[in-house]
């Protein structure tokens, strides 16, 4: 059974950054197209970024230029760095796994929160 592991979540200031990590366990790492989402208090979840296995990205609109996500296949982690921060980007961010030949097949992580204060 795949599981993810999140860390890295805290309280920062305007301004600043927190590194979001999210470690898979449990299956083949390079099958899986790994992903950050999050969701703010009374919103929709909604997707922040995505990397495939070959290191193809896709990053929200609202991030673009302020996050950047990677993956280690060593450590079967994939990173969210973010920089930059601001109120809006306060939520819970959670990790997701989807498997690149059914995309049916997906697990999310338990979710970490990330706190920005003004």
């Known amino acids: 059974q795949v599981r993810l592991e999140e860390s890295g979540g805290g309280s920062v200031q305007a301004g600043g950054s927190l590194r979001l990590s999210c470690t898979l366990s449990?299956?083949?790492?390079?099958?899986?197209?790994m992903g950050w989402y999050r969701q703010a208090a009374g919103k929709q979840r909604e997707l922040v970024a995505i990397?495939?296995?070959?290191?193809?990205?896709n990053y929200a609109d609202s991030v673009k230029g302020r996050f950047s996500i990677s993956r280690a296949h060593i450590k079967h982690t994939a990173y969210l760095e973010m920089n930059s921060l601001n109120t809006e980007d306060t939520a819970v961010y959670y990790c997701?796994?989807?498997?690149?030949?059914?995309?049916?097949?997906?697990?999310w992580g338990q979710g970490t929160q990330v706190t920005v204060s003004s």
């Open positions: 990397i495939a296995d070959g290191g193809g990205t």
């Open positions: 449990g299956g083949i790492f390079s099958l899986y197209v």
């Open positions: 997701n796994a989807k498997n690149i030949r059914n995309y049916a097949e997906e697990y």
